[in-house]
């Protein structure tokens, strides 16, 4: 994997997860579902263009948001995901349930 792709995923990603954090609980959940659908085909078909880049105007550019979304999407997820680093997000409304918990 390009260390210049992995070095702006680790910039991009922090940036979807602080948008995605202020949305609730259940609009990620849907957005997960929406992405899951057609993020592999669009890998598959054109995840080189992330990698050498070229493609028409935009296109490079449009991938790889949509890529950094997804992953910050997954980062929702018990776990989190191993991709470009370790992602693990806490949505605030599941971290005032943990601390009350506590």
């Given amino acids: 994997m390009s260390q210049n792709l992995t070095d702006a995923m680790q910039v991009a990603i922090p940036l ?5 954090e202020k949305l609730p609980l259940e609009e990620i959940h849907r957005k997960m579902a929406e992405k899951a659908v057609i993020l592999p085909d669009l890998l598959a078909g054109n995840g ?3 990698l050498v ?14 890529t950094a979304e997804a992953v910050a999407l997954l980062s929702f997820l018990y776990g989190g995901v191993n991709v470009f ?3 693990e997000t806490i949505h ?11």
């Fill in 16 to 20: 979807w997860i602080a948008k995605l």
């Fill in 48 to 50: 080189e263009l992330l």
């Fill in 53 to 66: 880049g070229g493609g028409k105007d935009g296109e490079v550019t449009k991938l790889f948001n949509q």
């Fill in 85 to 87: 680093g370790h992602w």
């Fill in 92 to 102: 605030p409304d599941e971290r005032e349930k943990t601390d009350a918990l506590c």
